[in-house]
């Protein structure tokens, strides 16, 4: 298993500006994970973010609004830029140590846009 | 178009009745998996299964890989209130890109005291 945080854990934001989301890992995982949750729905794959190479991202999802970050083998970010009201939702982070068939997830961040 | 249903959406009993939670698609999956989440919280993973016609039990819950690898059910027998929560099958399978999950729907349970 891996133990997952996320920061913030929850934010308010205004229009038009961005956040950066932190995910950090207790272990070394090779695949990292974004998702977005809107209110009473599923998990959406935003994109896949492995250590050493750019991000790939699912459809519907671009870098210019969803930049990821993936420094080292226990961390990765995710910015939400240009935010509008659309994009308050749950993100979370998942990780699948051991490059198998389990993911993890972190305990997500709550993003309201006003 | 989803890739996974989930059946039912919604389902609300009383504290003690049993239930079955449906996970379906017309795609193989190497894995199946299923999660629940609660309010406020990240999906916690229940189980996984691999092979086709797979049973898992874990205390009350049992879990079933349909034999074509299309398939899952979730059953809970004697639910509890603490068994509320959204329950949600997610798949994995490889693409050209590497191995990816999709998530169903997911189905809202509420066990009433």
């Known amino acids: 298993s891996a133990v997952i945080s996320q920061k913030p854990s929850r934010d308010i934001c205004q229009r038009g500006t961005s956040l950066t989301i932190q995910c950090q890992v207790d272990?070394?995982?090779?695949?990292m994970f974004w998702y977005r949750q809107q209110p009473g729905q599923s998990l959406t794959l935003i994109a896949t973010?492995?250590?050493?190479?750019?991000?790939?991202?699912e459809s519907g999802f671009v870098i210019d609004k969803f930049p990821i970050s993936r420094p080292n083998l226990t961390f990765s970010t995710l910015t939400v830029s240009n935010m509008s009201p659309e994009d308050s939702s749950i993100y979370l982070c998942?990780?699948?140590?051991?490059?198998?068939?389990?993911?993890?997830f972190g305990p997500g961040t709550r993003l309201l846009v006003l | 178009t989803q890739l996974l249903e989930q059946s039912p959406q919604f389902l609300s009993i009383q504290e003690g009745e049993n239930l079955t939670v449906y996970c379906n698609s017309s795609?193989?999956?190497?894995?199946l998996q299923w999660y629940r989440q609660e309010p406020g919280e990240g999906p916690v993973l229940l189980v996984t299964?691999?092979?086709?016609?797979e049973v898992k039990k874990l205390k009350r819950l049992t879990f079933q890989f349909g034999d074509a690898r299309k398939d899952s059910s979730l059953h809970i027998t004697a639910a509890q209130p603490g068994d509320t929560g959204l329950y949600l099958c997610?798949?994995?399978?490889?693409?050209?890109?590497?191995?990816?999950?999709?998530f169903g729907p997911g189905t809202r349970l509420s066990v009433l005291p």
């Open positions: 272990s070394q995982v090779t695949m």
């Open positions: 998942s990780v699948d140590p051991q490059g198998g068939e389990t993911q993890y």
């Open positions: 299964v691999v092979t086709g016609g």
């Open positions: 997610a798949g994995a399978r490889w693409d050209n890109y590497g191995q990816n999950f999709v």
């Open positions: 795609s193989v999956f190497s894995s």
């Open positions: 973010a492995n250590q050493g190479s750019e991000a790939t991202y």
